[in-house]
């Protein structure tokens, strides 16, 4: 008899095949599953079911009406993947083969992972007797074998299962009640979610804070001391203030303060120096490297996964992308050793600061079981072979330089601070010399500030002073980077101090796998837009928030704390320490309430002359096609029709797909240009083309022999 096990992805179920004895001409991977004499192994690519759509339940609800809301199914139900469902019938068909003794269960270490495998055992009725397999380690043979013997009845982790559940039909009340129920009122397709909202509400404030804001003036001092070794430069300060304790809003009383100090005696009153010791920050998570790569190459986080993801599965050079880990497992120990001694031999510039003893269990920088969650640090696997220039290259040198900083010296440094007194005045200055540069060596971002050899009770005099006129600084926009740090780190924006403990441990808005998709939904629905390299929030999105916030059930959507309330309840369910009953009828009368409050506000009146389309159903009247007089289709020789967006072949709905966008990368072509095309094949060249990540480019447009028009870029 055959023991199966179900992976949550190919690379798993391959490095379980290895482990376990897997030889050529066993592999049967094109069909779905990996069979040895010993074991089946097959795997799932990430959810293989979905939950059913409204109409799936009751054909009325496809036409969206508040007739019909709220929708709160008294039993979930799920329906295959469209994508997977060869996969999904794959593992079904294995389930009720006869040769099978028991089952494993191995997707990822957590809620998610857990979700997933129990909901393909549920489909396919298995009756198995069940085990579960679950380390964060990297599956290496060593670690495979070992964690083998320490399976434990899937039973013990129904916890998890029981805490996913929730989650996910939280999320699908939320999303398929409170959207239908806002694109209805406001007369526009909106898309509500429990996380996106919130960090949708996070872009609103901040475009209000910087539109409300007016700034004001004020002033600082900078004063220059002449001692024995040379001049010294040092801020006025007021010692009673805690904050912005170097400024006054009178002018007045800097200048008085500059006659007044002219030529006077000054005294060094504090001299204190200390030796500090910056370290390495682990590796990469994959927010860390999205924040890292959008603020040095201006990647979005998107791309950022795209490209970690090829690094990953194409040139097998990266571990798993989608972690929220910094760390590795103690049991990774020698996998690691033996990369840092691979790549020392590879990029001997890179470890000239390179510190042995850490190379070792000691270091919990790198090896901590204790902050190890479902997956373990960004980390090399092998040498990547393509340019270092190129964009995978970009992300696979950013992450093999913070794998080899851990195992670098500590930067330290030597600082100095030093307080001088003149007339009663105080003023201060610190400074900083470098001991040891360290793995700062590969960052190239530090700096030294020199003073002079001076001593404490030193003696000199004030030479002059400048008054520096400031004005105070709106906030900020957002970058992708600064956003998904407060996505990571938002226990800066609640105010309650139990909800500040949660968000520092490993909860924050999203998760790894998550948020560059909650950015590009937003992005999609059009309540945020890119401006360069920062996101900025829409006018549709301000209306959303907006309107969320008058209502006083529905607003708790908008707030960062009601979030880390919600995970709260997740993480006690988790635990065992609360069921989901209560959860989920706390969730269920949210769902009335809200309904209610939308049901009685004021909507917005419906332009009847724009056709709007939503819940499958298109209102108003169809904007009729017109021919566009540019010639005829160059495939098929028909008539072209001018559309609202596109110039169309006339006969597309008979298959054939010629077609113009007017929009091109964000550029809205001219008819000069169109015609261009049509008759030379060939624009002139086109200046105002925007990049996915904002970057203004100048290009050529060509139509190819199939009738696609392609760019042709000036030669570099």
């Known amino acids: 008899m055959k023991t199966l096990i179900l992976t949550e992805k190919p690379s798993v179920a391959r490095d379980f095949a290895l482990a376990l004895g897997a030889v050529s001409g066993e592999n049967k991977s094109n069909e779905g599953f990996i069979e040895t004499p010993d074991y089946v192994i097959t795997w799932a690519i990430g959810h293989l079911l979905a939950p059913y759509d409204p109409e799936d339940y009751d054909p009325k609800y496809k036409k969206w009406s508040l007739v019909t809301l709220p929708i709160l199914p008294v039993e979930f139900k799920f329906k295959a993947q469209a994508k997977t469902k060869k996969q999904l019938d794959i593992i079904k068909r294995i389930l009720k083969r006869n040769d099978l003794e028991k089952l494993i269960v191995a997707t990822d270490a957590g809620r998610e992972g857990e979700l997933i495998a129990r909901l393909i055992l549920q489909e396919g009725r298995s009756k198995l007797k069940a085990f579960r397999f679950w380390t964060s380690a990297a599956l290496t043979r060593e670690v495979i074998h070992a964690e083998m013997k320490k399976i434990k009845p899937l039973q013990d982790y129904d916890r998890l299962f029981i805490a996913g559940r929730a989650r996910q039909k939280a999320d699908w009340l939320v999303g398929m009640n409170l ?48 001692f024995s070794s040379g001049k010294l430069d040092a801020y006025w300060f007021d010692p009673q203030k805690k904050e912005e304790d170097k400024r006054q809003d009178n002018r007045q009383f800097f200048d008085e303060l500059k006659e007044k100090l002219s030529k006077k005696k000054a005294t060094i009153s504090t001299l204190s120096e200390a030796e500090k010791t910056s370290y390495p920050q682990g590796l990469f998570s994959l927010t860390d490297l999205q924040r890292q790569a959008n603020m040095q190459y201006g990647f979005s986080a998107s791309k950022t996964l795209e490209l970690a993801q090829s690094l990953y599965e194409k040139y097998k050079c990266l571990s798993y992308p989608r972690t929220d880990s910094k760390v590795m497992a103690t049991s990774s120990f020698e996998l690691v050793k033996d990369l840092v001694y691979k790549f020392k031999g590879l990029y001997p510039e890179h470890f000239e600061k390179f510190a042995s003893h850490k190379v070792s269990l000691k270091n919990k920088i790198i090896f901590d079981d204790s902050r190890l969650t479902d ?54 200055v610190r400074g900083k010399k470098i001991i040891e540069m360290g793995f700062k060596v590969l960052e190239g971002r530090e700096s030294e500030e020199i003073l002079p050899a001076i ?74 837009e890119r401006v360069s390299k920062n996101i900025k929030a829409t006018d549709k999105g301000l209306l959303l928030v907006d309107r969320l916030n008058d209502m006083p059930t529905t607003k708790s959507l908008t707030s960062v704390s009601q ?53 499958g159903i298109t209102y108003g009247p169809k904007t009729q096609s017109k021919s566009a007089e540019i010639g005829n289709c160059p495939i098929c020789q028909s008539e072209i029709k001018d559309f609202p967006k596109s110039y169309s072949c006339s006969r597309w709905k ?62 570099r």
Not at 377 to 404: A, C, M, Q, T, W
Not at 592 to 602: D, F, P, R
Not at 686 to 705: D, Q
């Open 179 to 226: 959207s239908r129920l806002a694109t209805i009122k406001l007369n526009d397709l909106f898309s509500i979610g429990r996380v996106q909202t919130a960090v949708l509400s996070l872009l609103v404030e901040r475009r209000k804070a910087i539109q409300n804001f007016i700034p004001t003036d004020y002033f600082e001092y900078l004063a220059t001391f002449q």
């Open 375 to 428: 997956h373990h640090g960004l980390i090399p696997l092998k040498d990547f072979n393509g340019p270092e220039d190129s964009l995978e290259g970009k992300i696979y040198h950013l992450v093999l330089k913070r794998f080899i900083t851990n195992f670098l010296e500590n930067h330290r440094y030597l600082e100095t601070d030093v307080q001088i007194e003149c007339e009663k005045n105080l003023f201060k």
């Open 455 to 528: 001593s404490l009770n030193e003696e000199g005099i004030h030479q002059s002073g400048k008054v520096e006129a400031k004005k105070t600084k709106a906030p900020f926009d957002y970058t992708e980077a600064s956003l998904l740090y407060d996505m990571t780190n938002p226990a800066r924006l609640v105010s309650e101090s139990d909800l500040k403990r949660i968000f520092r441990t490993e909860v924050g808005l999203g998760t790894q796998a998550t948020r560059a998709q909650i950015i590009e939904t937003l992005l999609k629905r059009n309540y945020i």
């Open 654 to 715: 008979e298959g054939c797909g010629f077609t113009i966008w007017k929009v091109v990368a964000k550029k809205k072509l001219s008819e000069t240009s169109i015609k261009e095309l049509m008759t030379k094949k060939k624009t002139g060249l086109i200046k105002g083309f925007k990049s996915k990540t904002g970057k203004p480019f100048e290009a050529y447009l060509l139509m190819n022999k199939e009738g696609k028009v392609e760019f042709e870029f000036l030669p």
């Open 563 to 615: 979030t880390a309330k919600l995970e709260l309840a997740l993480s006690s369910m988790a635990e065992g320490e609360t069921d989901d009953l209560e959860f989920l009828e706390q969730v269920n009368s949210f769902i009335l309430s809200a309904t209610q409050e939308w049901k009685e506000s004021a909507g917005i009146e419906r332009d009847k002359s724009t056709p709007k389309s939503y819940g």
